[in-house]
């Protein structure tokens, strides 16, 4: 079974736009996760994708309740000009609710979280009121309805609380249970195996001989995959030559669905990756119109779906984060794909050529008058962690921009909002 929907990646050779790459991730990924859903309590659910709808089994509040502490009565009851003077009846607790109906201008002295006694619809705070001997008296000029929070104001028995593909958050947990579910039904975990390539990586940690350096890239990579909610393998680093690449991806793709590399797909000597794919499977390139990172490699391996990122550490984050990271969450399941882009000001000056994407990284700072604006990072060079390190995120800028100057507006794209 070709589980990315026939050959999907094959595409055009002229240079794609970022929007096109996406459209068609968006439209050709299907989930490869289905085969097996897990049932989850919700304490193990952080993270996880929502494979089945959760629909509100009850009304959420199931009741009418105070939303302060005070002393609930009847509107009605209550003069409009002048103080009107209440027999306290009873309690009316959290978790406790008064039994009786609300008498003829009677109050029930309730606090907050506790069910609204039957006939009262307005609650006073405990702070306007004087309560004595039983009786409390209350200025006029409450609203009707005041402090009283409505019987399925929150969720109504029937709705749809979460829908399916939703990745979910501490708060959509919040949701589940409040509507009654104690476990949910997900996807389980996409496995992804994730690989450096290149006989100058050494191990960090390890001796670094003349002309290598460490493995930078696998360590981002590894982190951001297992921050989408992928179980990730840790496969090594394969070395710049045809057959261990080659057995290397062929062994992998068995317990796989995806297959991720970094470097070696250009077409120097030493780039044996794409060779390699295209015996086992297929290989596209996407010449994508973006800048930092050239060709996106993508393609199949087996049943395990390849992308090759590009090797210098700040393409391959760059383009993980854009391109790789929405085709991970849509291959385990997940229907929001894109992240969001806010606006801030440049606080820099800059040119470009037409034509293509860029993204460069930035600082955010606030501004004097509270504004958030974008400080970017110098050396521009797709080489330089510390670009990524020193930064909030990155600011992309559209094909059609030739010139920024500062003070304009920018989108931006914060870290947090793709690596969590
Ligand atoms: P390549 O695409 O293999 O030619 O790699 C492009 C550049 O990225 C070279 O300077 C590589 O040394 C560097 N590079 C490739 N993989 C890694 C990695 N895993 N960590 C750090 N740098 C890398
Ligand atoms: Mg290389």
Known sequence: MNKLADDCFNQVEDLMSTAEALAILRQRIVAVTQDQLEQLPLRQATGRILARDIVSAIDVPPHDNSAVDGYALRHADLSQDSTSEFTIQGRSAAGHPFAEPLAPEGAVRIFTGAVMPDGADTVVMQEDVEATDGIVAVPPGLKPGANRRHRGEDSKRGDMALRAGRRLRPQDLGLAASVGHGEVTVYRPLRVGVFSTGDELAEPGGALP??????????????????????VSDLGILPDEAAAVRSGLADAARDHDLLLTSGGVSVGDEDHVRGAVEDL????FWRLAIKPGRPLALGQVGEAAFV?????????TVCFLRFARPLILGLAGATDLEPVLYRVRADFDYEKKAGRREWL???????????????????????????LVQTHGLVEIGEDVTRIKAGEAVDFLPYDEVAS
Do not use: Q, T
């Open 281 to 284: 499977g297929h290989l596209h």
């Open 361 to 387: 990284r930035a600082r955010l700072d606030r501004k004097p008058d509270g504004e958030p604006c974008a400080v970017l990072f110098r050396p521009l060079g797709s080489g330089i962690i510390n670009s």
């Open 308 to 316: 090759g990122l590009p090797g210098n550490p700040v393409a391959a």
């Open 210 to 231: 003349i002309g290598a350096i460490y493995d930078a890239n696998r360590h981002i990579l590894m982190a951001l995959i297992r921050s989408l909610g992928a179980d």
